[in-house]
């Protein structure tokens, strides 16, 4: 992770930490920068998607003048999702992809997502000299670009153009259709659309595919967006699935890259619990590659030992969905995901989509004749306790002989019964502590007693 980009592109407060002149820049650099090193000379071409909030319009325009005065077209496919964006990138020959959004944050944040020629989270290589850039010091192909030395501007019939690109997101809207191998006729199924990016395409979908679609939060305003809707706030959907009598229902997040679901009675199905109803369906139909699902570390316990009754193997990586693509890539891997509802399907997808996730859960509904409810029965979530500690140094706290003893017997303690794990806040000097058992007493029990070494060490800051 650099200095602006993390391992969800550039994400801060409009116009506080993530300015237009940010904006602009990105735009200037990527705009030239693609046109540097091509293959066989052309007019490069830049897809720009954008979700609902208030600055995504600012946003849009401020990297739109910056890729046009380098020479380069921008795209626009107006509000859409991250994954259309990515889509559309990797079918339609873009040189790269943007995609104008902060996910599941509150609407005063913003973010740039990079997204490669293959429909891929951007190269790091590439991030560096971007932030170098931006911070005026870039040296490439022993040039140094500052303040007084600037990238050149296109003049002539060079200066570059914006198109309307809407039919890219039709384009991707009936791609999704097609992912559908049966109607969903006579099928009540209820949409959280967060007031964000999917506010429009997840209802046309489920329409065109015969379902008795019901909406929820798909009035966006501009200010509105995640705010008590959505994945992260899906108490409203489970009210929504109950009062309606509706046979599921699925939840989105801003920029729709994410998807949680509430079974017929109401109750959430997250991420792992989504990632067990796809994979068991995979499996029975030989389509589970490698016999593997690729978790995070932060899974549930649950989730491992429901797919350990199943015959079903696992992969777990670091937290972030950049981690488990790269493990599903470089094994061929055919599916993975993060509780959140982060959830990778790679036959379709090199992102996370959730209206894809959406889709093929009611593909295993319809085809199991079973409600969602049942399906996920068997992935049994153990509760689980979570402390975040402030520490003087990450490194010092987690190596203390007596904090790796205190860890190593509370392991030993729950046996097969569950699992702790002590791990590093990647942007904060944190250490989180989290354990998963039967019961919620015992996780907080066991956090407690290791929280209570870590401090009588003298870590805490």
């Not at 007019?43 to 720009?48: F, L, P, T, W, Y």
Request: with cysteine; net charge negative; charged share 25%.
């Amino acid at each position: 992770m650099g200095k602006y980009f993390g391992t969800d592109g550039f994400r801060g407060e409009a116009n506080k930490t993530l300015t237009v002149e940010h904006a602009y820049k990105v735009g200037r650099f990527m705009g030239w920068y693609y046109q540097q090193n091509q293959a066989e000379p052309h007019r490069v071409k830049v897809v720009i998607g954008k979700d609902t909030r208030l600055s995504s319009y600012m946003f849009e325009y401020a990297l739109a003048a910056g890729l046009t005065a380098s020479g380069a077209d921008g795209y626009l496919l107006h509000v859409t999702t991250t994954p259309s964006v990515s889509y559309v990138t990797r079918t339609e020959d873009f040189d790269c992809g943007i995609m104008i959004s902060a996910s599941h944050n509150p609407y005063y944040d913003n973010g740039i997502k990079l997204i490669s020629a293959s429909g891929e989270k951007m190269d790091e290589d590439t991030i560096a000299l971007i932030e170098a850039y931006i911070d005026g010091c870039l040296t490439l192909n022993d040039v140094e670009y500052n303040a007084g030395h600037d990238i050149a501007f296109a003049t002539g019939d060079s200066i570059g153009r914006t198109v309307d690109y809407v039919s890219g997101r039709n384009r991707y809207v009936g791609y999704l259709i097609s992912l559908a191998v049966r109607s969903y006729k006579d099928k009540r199924v209820g949409l959280d659309c967060a007031n964000g990016s999917a506010w429009m395409i997840a209802k046309n979908v489920f329409d065109a595919l015969g379902a008795k679609t019901y909406v929820i939060n798909n009035a966006p305003n501009g200010t509105n967006i995640n705010n008590n809707a959505g994945s992260t706030h899906i108490e409203g959907l489970q009210k929504f699935v109950v009062e309606n009598k509706l046979d599921v229902g699925f939840a989105f997040d801003g920029d729709a890259d994410r998807c949680l679901a509430v079974d017929e009675n109401g109750n959430v199905i997250n991420g792992d619990q989504l990632m067990y109803v796809y994979g068991c369906y995979m499996k029975e139909r030989g389509h589970l590659a490698n016999n593997k699902i690729v978790t995070t570390v932060m899974s549930n316990f649950g989730l491992y030992k429901a797919l350990d009754k199943a015959g079903i193997e696992y992969e777990k990586t670091a937290v972030g969905d950049k981690y488990v693509y790269e493990n599903m890539v470089q094994n061929g891997h055919r599916i993975g995901g993060e509780q959140s509802g982060h959830i990778i399907l790679s036959k379709y997808e090199t992102t996370g989509d959730g209206i894809v996730t959406s889709i093929k859960i009611m593909d295993a509904m319809l085809g199991k004749k079973m409600t969602l409810g049942e399906l996920a029965k068997p992935c049994k979530m153990y509760p689980q306790v979570l402390v975040n500690l402030r520490v003087k140094s990450k490194p010092e706290a987690q190596q203390d002989p007596d904090v790796q003893v205190a860890v190593a017997a509370v392991a030993e303690k729950l046996g097969d019964t569950g699992r702790i794990l002590v791990r590093e806040s990647g942007t904060e000097p944190v250490i989180r502590v989290m354990v998963e058992a039967e019961t919620q007493d015992i996780c907080q029990k066991y956090v407690d007693e290791v929280i209570a070494v870590i401090k009588a060490k003298g870590h805490e800051a």
